[in-house]
């Protein structure tokens, strides 16, 4: 196990935001950073790993692309107005999920997440 993993697979839950400690990315000066559980429930119980999707601090972007769903600082714990980029999706074990749920995604912004993936794969 790496710093920053859980000795104990955490229980997390579709919508929920972790911090996720994303491997192959040792200069993100980030890291952990925040991402959304997209994944579904049944999944998240019996897999060993979660489909997520990462967050970003807004100010990093000139352009919102209809990928990107933004999210206003206060939403599911986050501390600055961000946005979720969905092209970016990731399955990563549940070991990089560090310490516990920041908060939770509104149902309605959840959908529109899943309707940004799908604009960046269609």
Do not use: Y
Request: include cysteine; charge should be positive.
């Amino acid at each position: 196990m790496t710093s920053g993993q859980n000795k104990h697979r955490p229980d997390p839950r579709r919508g929920e935001v972790w911090l996720v400690d994303f491997p192959n990315r040792p200069d993100d000066p980030h890291l952990p950073r925040p991402a959304v559980v997209i994944s579904n429930d049944r999944h998240n119980e019996f897999s060993p790993t979660v489909i997520v999707v990462p967050i970003f601090n807004d100010a990093d972007f000139k352009r919102l692309l209809p990928s990107h769903i933004p999210l206003a600082k206060g939403t599911a714990g986050l501390i600055k107005d961000s946005r979720v980029l969905c092209e970016h999706l990731a399955s990563v074990d549940k070991n990089r999920l560090v310490g516990v749920a920041l908060g939770k995604i509104p149902s309605t912004t959840l959908t529109g997440i899943v309707q940004g993936i799908k604009k960046a794969v269609e």
